[in-house]
């Protein structure tokens, strides 16, 4: 902190000027600020610049920082700031604009006199730093989307990435604890303009930037990354400006699927009418799939089964040929019913054995159901998939292929009779009621679905495992919860069969 301008008697004339690290010395910037307050000085006697800064419009002529001179101190007094403002302020001085640490100084000199300046939206100060550090979670938001690693090769048995990025504003340091957490297992280096990130499997380090051409530019996966979104791209979501707006163009050259867009969009509109005219194939009227052979309704659920085994017009393309039956006691007075076997459960033959059931288990012991005691199914009899090397892929079913099996599972709960039947998902609750339901309106009630039987809609638990923070998992796998005892609440109330389910 250098005084600037001195009189002879060594006592500043016009104010400070504070030389930080850098363009991301946060802790500088309280430590002077905090220094300043307690001596009084005004936003209007202080100037803030950036030690070797080379897009100021003056020279930095500032000498080492000093202790504040004796004459300017005065006693200390405490520092007063709402949280909000603090975290306001943290966030806005990782902005690019040179004006931030004045912005942020002024702001916390007004607080000491205004407590609840934070709380005002008309003050020019606070709507400036709002929409500094609206611009701050927004560019981390990207750069979390937007990274796209590289596969450079291995090294002791973990595989080596690196990626390059432009972000618009100095947060690179402030993402790494996000990339460390979501990509443990391997190493890898982001390198930026500004500041590079890089993870060993043992330490986190933070280094100078650099330039694209710094890395390597070969990719080990980028052609499988490449083939595996041409296959996801779904032509019938296109919106373009809304692409455009969520993935500005600055991102597109760093972005390997980037180059696939346009020849896409190209063929979007006859890819939609050809997926139009698929499903018009495949929409079979639920009447449609009874089997012609037999007379009478099945008698039991082994008969059932056989007979779908046997079944020459059951959905075979990308399906296991093997049928994955239900489980459980069939006077049960719960039914779960979920979308469709998975790889695990493919191999083995019985539902809910892979990690999706893993969690419903524990989510049953939790809300007093014993898994023992219910019916478990699938709306969809087999898995599908699509083959990724030695991976099984999971494919969701069209409609005509959730609508075949919606007799069949009619069947099942005909033949077990459950007071209270569960879905587990939007396909098993398609297959059911023969229409899109959309889970979030319908979670949370107990409907009527027929005389003396009830229906529960709630969500798979894969896509509990899909959710990526910890923190998203616990509220979501809460609901689920409450949907499960919601159950076992509903059915204890409604008269004896086949006595507790406890």
Known sequence: MTPVDRDDDRRPKNGFRIALCSEVDRDGWRAHARRLLQGRVAPDQVTWTVAGRRDSDQLDLSAQTVSLPAAASHSPRPIRISRHLLALINGGLLHRNADRFDLAYRLLYRAQSVPRLHENPADADMMKLNRYAKAIRRDIHKMHAFV????????????QFVAWFEPDHHITATVAPFFRKRFTGMDWLILTPQASI???????????????????QQDLVEAEWRTYYANIFNPARVKIAA???EMTLKYWKNLPEAELIPSLLERAAGRVDAMVAHGRQDAFRPADHAPLSTAEPPASLDQLYEILEQASDAPRESFSDRLVRGSGPVDARIMVIGEQPGDQEDRQGRPFVGPAGQLLDRALAEAGLDRQRLFLTNAVKRFKYRQSGKRRIHETPNAGEINYYRWWIEQEIRLVDPRLVIVLGATAARCLTGKVMKISRHRGTILPLATNRSLLITVHPSYLLRIPDAQGRQVEYAKFLRDLELAAAGVKTDGPKGGDLS
């Open 243 to 245: 692409m455009k707006s």
């Open 198 to 216: 890089a993870w060993d499997g043992d330490r986190l380090s933070i280094g100078s930037g650099g330039s694209k051409h710094d890395l390597p």
């Open 148 to 159: 796209r690693f590289r596969k450079i090769g291995e090294r002791e048995g973990r595989e």
